[in-house]
């Protein structure tokens, strides 16, 4: 399976005006200067790590030859990863509600590892039997 990086642009695009706009109605109590802030904060770094999170997980999948290795590099490192860094990015951008924020994201990664594991086991299953 090849990598592409034009599916990595376009799910960049989409999912930081999806996280921004979700950041910006979270923090929206806060007022209009505290929800800018938490929306351009989570869609520079929604941009940047759905671009780089979905070339390394495709990465990562096709590199491992066991299905427990598949779970640790293109499950658990990449939404680990993800996830602390979100929140300490929010935690020194001061955004109020850190976890609110981040979590529907971060659900949204890990669904698509998963989906990704899943998809490889059966094209694989298909094909030995």
Not at 3 to 31: E, H, P, Q, T
Request: hydrophobic share 55%.
């Amino acid at each position: 399976m090849r990598i592409s990086i034009l599916k990595a642009v376009a799910a960049a695009v989409f999912f930081g005006g999806l996280w921004g706009s979700w950041a910006y109605y979270c923090n929206g109590s806060f007022g209009y200067s505290k929800a800018m802030h938490a929306a351009l904060t989570q869609f520079s770094f929604s941009f940047v790590a759905t671009f780089i999170f979905t070339l390394v997980v495709d990465f990562l999948y096709e590199r491992s030859t066991s299905f427990s290795g598949k779970v640790m590099l293109a499950f658990l490192l990449p939404v680990g990863a993800m996830l602390g860094s979100l929140v300490l990015i929010h935690f020194i951008r001061g955004t109020p509600r850190i976890m609110a924020t981040v979590l529907p994201s971060t659900a949204v990664a890990a669904c698509y590892c998963m989906l990704k594991i899943a998809r490889g086991i059966l094209s694989t299953r298909a094909t030995t039997s």
